[in-house]
């Protein structure tokens, strides 16, 4: 299975984007999609997950950003926010455990990135 994440560009602080995951080559669990961010010279970092009909924010992002089907709709975006995101999926037929979403390892497959990049 791959993914692919787009819909990242150029943006004005304050301004808005949504990204999107699209996967290919196979079928992906509809229990849970995460959306993780790396900026530069940081580690990646969870920013929103959907998890079996609830959603789970970054405290960071709270308020700003929603988390539907394989979409981020992300507002009010901020020049912190600039990162490579990622979206990441569970293999179809597996679960997690509830504890895992906001970390790596509840995921088995990662998109390449999209960048977005918010100018003050």
């Known amino acids: 299975v791959q993914l692919q994440a787009s819909g990242g560009g150029l943006v004005q602080a304050g301004g808005s984007l949504k990204l999107s995951c699209t996967a290919s080559?196979?079928?992906?669990?509809?229990?849970?999609m995460g959306w993780f961010r790396q900026a530069p010279g940081k580690e990646r970092d969870f920013v929103a997950a959907r998890n079996s009909g609830h959603t789970y924010y970054a405290d960071s992002v709270k308020g700003r950003f929603t988390v539907y089907g394989d979409n981020l709709q992300m507002n009010s975006l901020e020049p912190e926010d600039t990162a490579v995101y990622y979206c990441?999926?569970?293999?179809?037929?597996?679960?997690?455990?509830?504890?895992?979403?906001?970390?790596?390892?509840?995921?088995?497959?990662w998109g390449q990135g999209t960048l977005v990049t918010v100018s003050s």
């Open positions: 990441a999926a569970v293999a179809a037929g597996r679960r997690k455990i509830l504890s895992t979403v906001r970390l790596p390892s509840g995921y088995d497959y």
């Open positions: 080559g196979g079928t992906i669990s509809t229990q849970r």
